[in-house]
């Protein structure tokens, strides 16, 4: 039975990856590790093909035919996840700048709410271990705050690469097109959450809650760079335009129910 799917996006990772990083999540059997290879470049793919051999049959890999950016990959990850029939999906940085056991936390603590959707965040509180360039912080907190304007919703940390849902009809349907965004889809993606779709109710902010990290470290080599922060805002003025068209679709009345998710077999190689 699979109960959770963690997708990790990867593009040209192959030098940083390391099967170790992720073994804390193979040791629940009702767990399954999707790695998404986003048409990378250079040796990737060899890389992850020994990394599930390593970890074994439930470190599965999907393989996109090209380079799609993050989103996509994400976005594809998932889909596969809900049609392995799992009861919660989420996805974690190939850096694994939060560490795979916060992963692992994160998911048991939406288990353990109400909530529909758990996003971790990097809150620099007493007792934890959060290593993040301040200029990079600073820059964060304007842009969380513009998304917060965005979304309608108090959120504190939008863009941190690790978040798990409960699998539903709604977030089928809050996949089933791709993101307008490049880098910033999650905010896409909660806004989705928050609208609906046709004939399925939005979420409220009582379904999404914030878990703060223990530690979370800047990785060397990160691919969103300080020069690319401007497309960051630019992002946010298509979300908000693309979201107010989602929206509009979502409140049309739906003739023959909700769209029903398909649930194939899953497979050793999603690709």
Known sequence: MVE??????????????????FRILMEDANTRLLFVDDGSKDDTREVLEAICAELGPHALRLDLPRNQGKAEAVRQGLLAGMRMGAQNVGFLDADLATPAQEMVRLVATLRASHAQAAFAARVAL????????????YLGRVFATAASLILDLRVYDTQCGAKAFCASSLLAAALDEPFHARWAFDVELIGRLLAGARGIPGLKAADLLEMP?????DIPDSKLRFVQFPRLGIELIRIHFALAQHARRASV???HGPRQLDRPNARRDAA
Do not use: K, Q, Y
């Open 4 to 21: 959770l799917v963690v997708v990790v996006p990867c593009f040209n990772e192959g030098r940083r990856l390391r099967a170790d990083g």
């Open 126 to 137: 007493l007792g934890t271990n959060i290593e993040r360039h301040a200029f990079r912080h």
């Open 213 to 217: 990290l223990r530690t979370w470290s």
């Open 253 to 255: 009345p739906l003739e």
